[in-house]
Every structure is written in C-alpha cells, then in structure tokens.
C-alpha cells in the first residue's frame, strides 16, 4: 500500500461526501412535487406522460396496487427485452449482422436487466446488435434503476407518513425519476464521456492492420449512452466484453474516477432524501455511516491483500503487489476501490479480473454481495436493503430493554420483522442452494475453469452475484450453459421481486400506524450507539449464513497460498 493510493481513495471519499446532500436536496424536491430547475422543460412532458398513462400526479396508491403496477412493468419489460434478442437478425442497426440470440441465454438476459443485475453471460460486441443494446439494454438500464429509486421512496413515505392507506403513485415516481434524475445526468454524462474519448456511432465496426500484418476488428457503436446509465443506475453490464477494462469504455483515470462517484452517487443521495421526508437529516447520515464503515473496511482489506500480493511470486524475486487482470492505467489501488465500491452498490462494472484478485482480494467483492447490497447497493434497492435491517436492529434493541420496538415513532410489530427477514433470507436461499447443486453436478462442474476451493469461489461467486442483483463475475466459470442460464435467471428474479415485495408491504403497514411520540425510553436512531448497533446486525447476520461457504473458498484457498499451493 502507497501514500499515493490512499490520497486516491481518501478524495474520492470526500467527493462523494460533498454530493450527498446537493443530489439528496434535489431528489427530495423532484419526489415532493415541488418545483425544480427543470420544471419549465420537463412539467409538460410528465403531464403527457400521465395522460397516456391514465393516471395523474394527484392520484396515489393502495402498498398492493403500487407493487401490481411495478410487476406488471416489469413484466412487460422482460417480454419486449427478450423478443427483441430473439427477432435481432431482421431487425435494423445491426451493421455487423448479429443472428438471433439462443433461448436459453435470452431468457437470461431478459431477468438480467431488468432486475437491474445486468449479468452477462455473453459478449456484448460479438453478441447484440445497435438496437438491442440501446432499445433493449439500455432503456432496461433506465427503467430498472427508475423502478429501484421508486420501491425506496415507496418505503421512506411508510416511515413518514402516519395513519396513511397510500405509499404514492408507482407510475409517477417512475416518471419522475426518469425525467428528472436519471436522463438530464445521463445526457450530461454522456457529453463528457464522449469528450473524454468513448465512442458514440451509428457507424459499422472498423477493420485495422496490426504491426504483424494481421487484420483487427474494432468494435464500436453507441458506447457512452450506455455507459453513463450503466453507472448511475448501478446497472454495470457493458458494451464491451470486457467492461470498465477496456479503454473505449473507461480510457483514463479521470473517466475512471467520474464512473466510480456515478455508482455510489445516488445510493448515497437517497440517505439524504430519507432525512429530510422524516424530517431528521441526522437520521439518513446515521445509515450513511452505517455503509461506511462496511465500505472502509471492505476497501481496507482488499487493498491490503491485492498490494501484499502473491508470497509464492515473491519467492520468484518478483517484488510489488498482485498486478494479475489489473490495467496499469488504473493500478492497484484503483482497481481494488473500483472493486469495492461495485460489488458495494450491486454495480458489476469492473475496471479489472475480480478472478485474477488474491483470495482474500476476492472474498470482499463476496462478501460486499452477501451482506444484502446494503452497502450504498443498487440505486433505491440499497437503501430499502438497509432498512429491512434497520427494522431488525431496532427489534433487537427492543428486546435488549424489554420495550415494544419503535423507530421514528412507529412501532415495529410482528409483521414488519416477519417481512424483513423474508426479504434477508431469500437471498441466502438462492446463493447457497443454487451453490451447492452446482458443485456436484458433472455439467456444471464442468463450467469451471478451476479447482480445489478457487473453483468453488467461480461458483458461489456467481450465483451471489446473480442474487444480490450485482451483475459482476469471477471470470473462469463459463456460464452460458442451459444450467447456468436457467438457474442464474431464477436467483435474479428471486434476489429482486422477493425484497421488493416484503418492502412495498412493510411501507404500506407502517403507512397506516400513528406516529407515537418519543419518551425517555426510545432507543435514539441518530447517534453512534445506533450505527454501531446496525453495523453488528448486518456482519452477524451475513457472518452466521455465510461464513461456512466463505472458509470452504477463499480463505482456504488464503491458508493454501501461505503454504504454498495454488489452484
């Protein structure tokens, strides 16, 4: 580890730092219907918008006809994504002639992007055509982080409100958010991504004469539009094969820095919007300090691990940390941070090979997923992972004072901790069952690059990531095999709509309950004790459910490496 890389780490931590608040203060606004910057250009549109929809801003919604609208959307979107990848090969923009995409891989896809996971079993510029990446993949892309920031707002207005049978309208926040949020950032984004030399064309791939005579094909197309939403809606899956690693897709460290303050931006901003509907900002910093801690430590870490390197490459006379599937452009400390902060905010963009990372490098990225994306998460799906465990905290603390549960004046009832651990333990169900089947089963084994506990992290990698809706990958196992397709399919419909659901119905119970006044017996929700105490629920939790498929994988494979083995 250098003065050097840590300088790096630390001002992108006070960057971010800086935009809570302006992007919380804004979002706020855009969610209350109040009036904004863009109000004069965007009112009349959202209006249209809403009559074409048969609804209006005034209107709002039942918890169960807010999350039958959101299903029904998102059903629809998987539909139109995977018939647009199978009719690909006589539908236009497709000027490198792509044919259809494989059913069992455009199922796939389809539960990829839109439960925001964005998982690729394929790659993009040998794969989809111009229109499937843009009309399919991106507007996915818009949409599934749209639908995210919704449930979130969905669930803060339950805290806020009291005596309430309405969460909002889920029509018009997905309206809102993508009109106001998402597409004015985008467009800017966009600009300057393409000022900083990421391509954006129509125009056909290029053929190229290397130096030893031979002919290359550069891939290009509409790169920086989906470059831009792929950040800032925490979608990750890229246009190219090689994602955030490849120069047409993040060429320096100044882009690299601009992708990295984009995924955790609006995660980080909506603990501000928390604050200010409850009317405490104190409140959403405490749960942003709950992600930090999560988040330093897991940067603490993997930094570590990946600059102390190989011991058995040491003994070679090689000196320096682990430079394996790393860009030098970006360096160790770069890409350890780039890994973090994606698997932290359920991105799955990577800027270098989580596969080629030390074992220890490696068991963060897992770990970050496992926890529930909770750390920053997926823009909205994040914050509403974090609240199911802060209404477990505050249960916990109840019991520990023999007081009925209480936070922000709601009492937290059997109900609400019922919900909150169905949408906990629905992850671990998909990661570890799925997991175990695959290790035993000969055709799925087969997908796996290696053995010995590093094939088994392949494995568990997966389908953590599949599950926690991340989208990034250990790339040794071969996924693009029917078992792989289907069942890294169902864990990211299972790691998406089985949190949603319980979370959409927490709001509308919590929605109907009077606010109760505090007293000298309420266990404050805003102080150190609080974060302290939720930073615990959240590492006990994950550390009693996974820590025996972590000891079986990486960190055997760490106690390997010491002794001089590797896999």
């Known amino acids: 580890m250098t003065i050097y890389g840590w300088i790096q780490i630390l001002l992108y931590c006070g960057i971010l730092l800086l935009l809570v608040k302006p992007l919380g203060g804004y979002m706020f606004r855009v969610f209350n219907g109040d009036r904004t910057l863009l109000s004069p250009v965007l009112v009349p549109i959202e209006r249209g918008l809403y009559r074409l929809a048969g609804t209006s801003d005034r209107e709002e919604q039942h918890w169960a006809v807010y999350t039958t609208g959101m299903l029904l959307f998102n059903l629809a979107g998987f539909l139109v994504l995977y018939a647009l990848q199978r009719l690909q090969g006589a539908l236009p923009y497709n000027p490198a002639g792509m044919t259809a995409v494989e059913p069992g891989l455009a199922f796939n896809t389809a539960a990829s992007f839109t439960t925001n996971t964005n998982w690729q079993n ?19 892309n818009f949409v599934s982080a749209a639908t995210g920031i919704a449930i979130a707002v969905a669930l803060i207005r339950g805290f806020a409100r009291a005596s309430g049978k309405s969460i909002g309208n889920f029509w018009v926040d997905l ?27 129509f125009g056909p791939y290029v053929d190229a004469a290397t130096l030893e005579g031979a002919k290359q094909t550069i891939a290009l197309g509409p790169v920086a ?9 925490t979608n990750g899956g890229g246009f190219f094969n090689a994602n955030a690693a490849h120069p047409f897709e993040n060429p320096d460290a100044i882009s690299n820095l601009i992708q990295m303050l984009t995924i955790f931006a609006l995660g980080a901003g909506l603990t501000n919007v928390f604050g200010r ?5 104190r409140q959403g910093w405490a749960i942003l300090a709950s992600m930090g801690v999560l988040f330093i430590a897991g940067v603490i870490v993997c930094y570590w691990a990946e600059a102390a390197g190989n011991p058995l490459v040491h003994a070679l006379g090689i000196d320096g940390g682990n430079m394996e599937g790393k860009e030098t452009r970006f360096g160790i400390a770069l890409s350890a941070l780039f890994a973090v902060i994606t698997t932290s905010a359920s991105c ?90 695959a290790v035993v089963l000969p055709s799925a084994v087969a997908s796996m690059a290696n053995g010995g506990p590093h094939g088994f992290s392949e494995v568990l990698y997966a389908y953590t990531s599949s599950a926690a809706n991340n989208g990034s990958a250990f790339g040794g196992l071969t996924g693009n095999t029917p ?30 309950k009077k606010t109760v006044p505090a007293s000298a017996g309420t266990f404050p929700t805003d102080g150190t004790l609080f974060v302290g105490l939720l ?31 590797t896999f």
Not at 127 to 139: I, K, P, R
Not at 419 to 425: C, H, N, V, W
Not at 550 to 557: K, N, S, T, W, Y
Request: proline share 4%; glycine share 12%.
């Open 122 to 140: 394929y790659g993009g510029e040998s794969t989809m055509s111009y229109l499937v990446q843009m009309a399919g993949l991106t507007v996915q």
């Open 175 to 201: 309206t809102r958010c993508t009109l106001y949020v998402l597409l004015p950032a985008c467009i800017v984004l966009t600009l300057v991504y393409v000022w900083l030399g990421i391509p954006q064309t």
């Open 225 to 233: 539009s989906q470059i831009a939403i792929k950040m800032l809606g």
């Open 277 to 281: 509907m409850v009317g405490s900002e």
């Open 348 to 437: 799955g963009a990577v800027n270098a090979m989580h596969d080629s990372f030390t074992a220890l490098g490696g068991m963060i990225p897992i770990i970050n997923m496992q926890l529930g994306e909770v750390i920053v998460g997926g823009v909205g799906a994040g914050f509403y992972g974090i609240l199911m465990f802060v209404v477990i905290a505050v249960f916990v603390a109840g019991l520990m004072v023999g007081r009925t549960p209480e936070y922000l004046g709601k009492k937290i009832e059997a109900k609400e901790v019922k919900m909150a651990m169905l949408a906990i333990l629905c992850l671990p169900l998909a990661m570890l069952i799925f997991t175990a089947i």
């Open 483 to 512: 078992w792989f397709n289907l069942t890294g399919a169902i864990g990211m419909l299972m790691g998406r709509f089985l949190v949603i659901i319980p979370a959409l119905a927490i709001a509308g119970s919590l929605a109907a």
């Open 535 to 565: 930073v615990g629920v959240i590492i006990i939790v994950g550390g009693l459910t996974f820590f025996p498929s972590l000891a079986v994988g990486p960190i055997v494979e760490h106690l390997a490496m010491i002794h001089g083995q």
